[in-house]
């Protein structure tokens, strides 16, 4: 196991313990996970994962959660387009990123209301976001309407390149409108807008002019240059959905607790230079 995996473990045990000693000791409900992954692609994801949620009081609680993904290669821009542009051989490369979820919420009758703030770190990305969000049910919680809003403040670097240094603002608000039709059986139909402003580029992915395939590959490469995307993009989206237990015990993820039947989600995306 990698050096920085245990040092990710060694941090993880630490929360828990300043977690226990600040008081989450109370917490409802607390949990632990770890997710491992490994590809033919020389990759390989390691993601331990800790939450604890607690109640503040009988309408509001806490939620903490503290991730980190660790990666013992990179992806495929790293590899083979950035060793090329910087003359440098290939070589593996071990990335970590850090990240803190908190979330607060207040509950009233049929009112449900979420304050979240995350944060997230590694070698070339830094990300501040913030998300609030609401639902509000009627007739006996047949109908249920959702609002929910989120920004980010990005800072993309590039590993080997202190130099290089650019901002990314995402915004995203999205609508939602949930009917019961029968007691297992639910209908939805949602309305997503985003708009992303700033650097939307990959800083790793190089262009080869001169080359066949576009690569920084092969002598006949005149230039590398660095790919350039729109400065701004702004994304609609509509999709509607049925949802119907196949079992008593059937889901199709923990967010989703009943698997879906049927969905259309068409979507309109405009960038702007």
């Not at 790793?204 to 400065?231: I, K, N, Q, W």
Request: hydrophobic share 40%; proline share 5%; glycine share 6%.
């Amino acid at each position: 196991m990698p050096s920085r995996v245990v040092l990710v473990m060694t941090m993880l045990g630490a929360f828990a313990v300043l977690a226990a000693g600040s008081g989450l000791a109370r917490a409802q409900e607390a949990a632990t996970a770890l997710y491992v992954r490994s590809d033919s692609d020389e990759t390989t994801v390691i993601t331990p994962r800790l939450r604890a949620a607690t109640p503040i009081t009988e309408q509001a609680s806490a939620e903490i959660a503290y991730m980190v993904d660790v990666w013992t290669s990179a992806s495929v821009d790293v590899r083979t387009m950035a060793s090329v542009a910087l003359n440098k051989p290939r070589q593996d490369i071990v990335e970590q990123r850090d990240e803190l979820d908190v979330t607060g919420s207040y509950e009233l009758e049929d009112t449900r209301f979420s304050l979240g703030y995350r944060y997230s770190t590694e070698p070339d990305y830094e990300s501040h976001g913030g998300s609030l969000s609401v639902e509000q049910d009627f007739a006996q919680r047949a109908t249920t309407v959702a609002a929910s809003f989120s920004a980010n403040r990005d800072q993309v670097g590039r590993v080997g390149d202190p130099e290089f240094d650019r901002a990314l603002d995402a915004m995203r608000l999205r609508v939602s409108l949930s009917q019961a039709i029968t007691k297992t059986t639910i209908a939805q139909l949602a309305y997503e807008i985003g708009h992303e402003a700033g650097y939307l580029a990959s800083p790793y992915r190089f262009v080869g002019v001169g080359s066949d395939d576009g690569s920084c590959h092969g002598e006949e490469v005149m230039l590398c240059a660095p790919e350039t995307s729109p400065e701004a993009r702004t994304r609609h989206a509509i999709a509607t959905a049925v949802r119907q237990p196949v079992t008593r015990h059937a889901s199709c993820s923990r967010s989703e607790p009943a698997p879906m039947i049927g969905r259309l989600r068409p979507f309109l995306q405009t960038t702007h230079r």
